[in-house]
């Protein structure tokens, strides 16, 4: 995973390089463990972050309470994702990397393989997701407002269902925004459901 802080998606919001950067760190270890090469759209990804900033700042100003001064993890992820859902890849195609230290994905050969031929079927939607969920993952680790600690309840039905609704075109970032809640959704330390 990409090095990772609190202040990290703020640093992504204002700047395009630190982001690209860091996206495509993560891209190249995925097209690494599964043995591809990928060859990107020109522009797309900052097309992508200039969608996700504007979503940002219209989501703050039009539909966030007036005295709220930053969104959630969750709504800014479900922004970019929403952004980042998009032919972004050119071409990707089979190679093989000559290194010493290989990179590695723990799971048995089959769902390896089934793995490997969703990223290759439908790399951008695989891609973003990915991205978008160990971000999440990150912020719901780390958080201590929370009387039980953070376990995924992601299925592999409910990545392909999520995984496919990206792929049909019509994304609204209020639906990823609500499906990504439901999916995170736990009692903080008084009881309430965040």
Known sequence: MIPFNSDTLEVWLS???AFNY???RFCFLQFRAFSVRAKFVPNMLREAHTEWVRQRDSWLAVEAHPE????SHIKVVSLLLTSLNRYFIESL???EYNEDEKVHIDLPSREYQSAREDLIAVPEAILAFDFCLNIIYWYEFNRVD????FESRLTADMRHDIITYLVNGGVDPK???LILK???NRANEGGAAN
Do not use: G, I, M
């Not at 929370?146 to 600690?149: D, F, G, I, K, V």
């Open 175 to 177: 639906a990823v925004y």
């Open 93 to 95: 195609y089979e190679h």
């Open 146 to 149: 929370r009387s039980a600690p």
């Open 182 to 184: 439901a999916l995170f």
């Open 15 to 17: 700047d395009y390089e």
């Open 22 to 24: 860091d996206f495509k």
């Open 68 to 71: 709220t001064e930053e969104l």
